[in-house]
């Protein structure tokens, strides 16, 4: 699986957007990316994934760049619950049974 | 998507003893796995365990240690044996692949040894 590098921490004011990025550049053809977040004392929860489109749901929006190279996750009106910390993941669809394997993540926290 | 649980959700032990862990599942899964998460650090994968075979261990991680049964399609165990300060940790249940290979967790099981 590729690898992926984030910003260790980001801070965001409450109600504004949360841009979270992610840089993947040897990601394959092949490879999803993947975005988890924990919060604190919790097991991770899955938020989004995407190949190449943009994707949207009722959490979050996935922006991939045109060559995949990196993607942005976006929080569209952050609030206090979601401070936790976010991983970005990438690894191919056929990989199902294989497990996430985490970095370190961006510690974001929402700020009042 | 499933619902895991977990139990215990926490404990406290004494160094040398031994807890096992259970992971319950409501849906039947192919995969399922445990993960260690250190104070203030990311999670690290012990093991894959599928049902009917033995689970598979990753580097630093062996089974007399971390002895792990998958009985069934819905249910594992993992214990974590003759325990020291050092094994203080949350342990994850997961669970995979579901749609497009997303996996799910469990809400973990805090360890503290004395």
């Known amino acids: 699986d590729a690898k992926t590098t984030q910003p260790p921490s980001m801070d965001c004011a409450e109600g504004r957007a949360a841009n979270l990025p992610c840089n993947h550049s040897?990601?394959?053809?092949?490879?999803?990316v993947y975005w988890y977040r924990q919060i604190h004392s919790q097991g991770p929860q899955y938020i989004i994934h995407g190949l190449k489109n943009n994707e949207t749901n009722e959490m979050a929006s996935l922006i991939i760049t045109e060559d995949r190279k990196s993607s942005t996750l976006i929080l569209p009106h952050a609030t206090l619950r979601d401070t936790a910390v976010y991983y970005c993941?990438?690894?191919?669809?056929?990989?199902?049974?294989?497990?996430?394997?985490f970095g370190k993540g961006t510690r974001l926290s929402v700020i009042a | 998507s499933a619902v895991i649980s977990q139990k215990p959700s926490r404990d406290i032990c004494q160094r040398g003893t031994s807890l096992t862990i259970q992971c319950q599942v409501d849906?039947?899964?192919?995969?399922m796995f445990w993960y260690r998460q250190q104070p203030g650090q990311s999670l690290t994968l012990i093991a894959t365990a599928n049902q009917g075979s033995e689970a598979t261990y990753e580097s630093g991680f062996v089974i007399d240690k971390f002895p792990i049964s998958r009985p069934n399609l819905t249910f594992s165990t993992l214990t974590v044996s003759n325990m020291s300060p050092e094994d203080s940790s949350i342990y994850l249940c997961s669970v995979g692949p579901f749609r497009a290979g997303a996996q799910y967790f469990g809400p973990g099981t805090r360890l503290l040894v004395l």
């Open positions: 993941i990438v690894r191919a669809l056929n990989s199902g049974n294989t497990p996430l394997v």
């Open positions: 040897t990601i394959s053809g092949n490879e999803y």
């Open positions: 849906s039947q899964v192919t995969m």
